[in-house]
């Protein structure tokens, strides 16, 4: 009988260092990562964090696939277990609500859009455009399988539908960092419901 197989010590120290710069990164953003901080954090020389990670850009970018995966089993991996329609695409919008929840006040994903959305096109900015429009092309996949049992009317677009959604969840993370989660998550679910029961049949 196989014995499970375990990391490599490369492997878990790599993830020992994407989980120090993911807790740093939630501070300070992608931007404000350093590598003389991440290197105390875990007891590591420069020179040693840079033998896993070339430069700080390929630790960024590791970092923030890291980071979409986490958010990914966060999100998904609970809302698939809802049948597909109305409950699954709830179940994705409440387990997205949670995340908000933990992390409104330093989400590097939300931190990256904000620091990146008005540069010169490089690999940083490609990176975060490709995280949100994956992201945003799982909310479109579980409306259209919504549409497709008839919880949705047919004549529903999958893409505005995900657009307003989208817009709504930012307005959670953007209050609730300001005023507090609990009132604002109220809001946001009354203009989710509102939302999703004007596209009812």
């Not at 964090?49 to 999100?75: I, K, N, P, Y």
């Not at 919504?146 to 505005?160: F, K, N, S, W």
Request: proline share 3%; aromatic share 8%.
């Amino acid at each position: 009988m196989m014995s499970p197989a375990t990391p490599s010590k490369g492997a878990a120290t790599r993830e020992l260092i994407l989980d120090h710069a993911y807790e740093l990164a939630r501070q300070d953003g992608l931007e404000g990562l350093s590598i003389g901080a991440l290197a105390l954090g875990v007891g590591m020389s420069k020179s040693g964090v840079f033998a896993h990670f070339g430069s700080r850009e390929e630790l960024q970018l590791a970092l923030l696939d890291a980071t979409t995966q986490r958010f990914l089993d966060f999100v998904i991996r609970p809302a698939v277990k809802q049948p597909r329609g109305l409950k699954r695409l709830r179940a994705i919008l409440e387990g997205w609500s949670e995340w908000i929840r933990i992390h409104y006040n330093g989400c590097v994903l939300i931190s990256a859009v904000v620091e990146y959305d008005g540069r010169e096109d490089g690999p940083l900015r490609t990176r975060v455009k490709e995280q949100q429009f994956g992201w945003r092309n799982e909310v479109v996949r579980a409306i259209r399988q919504t549409i497709e049992v008839g919880d949705l009317r047919a004549d529903t677009d999958p893409v505005q539908l995900a657009f307003e959604l989208y817009a709504v969840m930012l307005g959670l993370h953007h209050d609730a960092s300001l005023f507090g989660f609990d009132e604002t998550h109220q809001r946001t679910w009354a203009a989710i419901d509102r939302l999703l029961a004007s596209y009812q049949p």
